[in-house]
């Protein structure tokens, strides 16, 4: 089976713009979910999709949104793009829906902003 | 609500001694706990989880972790380090309640072995 999919690998963009980054899960995987990686605040949750539901969201303001499609494919928008907005943005997809189920991360889409 | 705390930010070894990365948690009820491992430039790699039973897990590449219940512990081992294993390691909690898609991470530690 293919793993999980991001793309882009790398982006720039400058304060004020917006960005979409995509994620494509494992084949047969429903729950997506997308998180934040940064140096001095780990990994932070931002929000989980399932069957086209966001199931979970984390302390994230409105700026950050996200979806899934038809597909379980998922997209995550950004506006009005901050520094602080600068981080590793990592997708994740599990099989099933049950909690004890690992997940499996895709490379990660690196966001700087200027 | 649920935490974990990596108390170490660092863990350096020499090669073929062994290895712990600590990891302690906090959740209301069960815990699920895993261990995952991030070389650089990657995302995230599952290496071990425990869900019930058996308080020592096997993983991969070697890994394996102790779950102490009382302790409120989950922590990663190896017998014999490999300068391969130098990574970000994160110990992840969810509880009963939580779905798959919803993790708690560590801030991680980063294993440096030492040839």
């Known amino acids: 089976k293919a793993g999980v999919t991001q793309t882009p690998r790398y982006l720039i963009k400058t304060r004020g713009q917006q960005v979409t980054l995509s994620c494509s899960p494992i084949s047969g995987h429903r729950s997506v979910s997308w998180y934040q990686q940064t140096p001095g605040q780990g990994l932070q949750f931002l929000f989980e999709?399932?069957?086209?539901?966001?199931?979970n969201k984390g302390n994230f303001p409105g700026r950050f949104s996200g979806r899934q499609f038809s597909n379980s494919r998922s997209e995550m928008n950004v506006s009005t793009l901050e520094l602080g907005d600068s981080a590793l943005y990592l997708c994740?997809?599990?099989?099933?829906?049950?909690?004890?189920?690992?997940?499996?991360f895709g490379p990660g889409t690196r966001l700087t902003v200027l | 609500a649920q935490s974990v705390a990596q108390p170490e930010d660092q863990v350096n070894v020499a090669e073929g001694n062994p290895l712990t990365v600590k990891c302690t948690y906090s959740v209301s009820g069960n815990p699920y706990l895993f261990w995952y491992v991030q070389y650089p430039n990657r995302g995230l790699q599952f290496l071990l989880k425990y869900i019930t039973g058996d308080n020592l897990v096997k993983g991969s590449y070697g890994f394996e972790a102790e779950f102490n219940k009382s302790q409120t512990s989950f922590h990663l081992k190896k017998p014999s380090a490999l300068v391969s294993d130098s990574a970000l390691y994160f110990c992840?909690?969810?509880?009963?309640?939580?779905?798959?898609?919803?993790?708690?991470f560590g801030d991680g530690t980063t294993l440096t072995v030492k040839p």
């Open positions: 992840a909690v969810r509880d009963k309640n939580t779905n798959a898609g919803k993790s708690t």
């Open positions: 994740a997809s599990s099989g099933l829906a049950d909690s004890y189920n690992e997940q499996f």
């Open positions: 999709y399932f069957s086209e539901t966001q199931r």
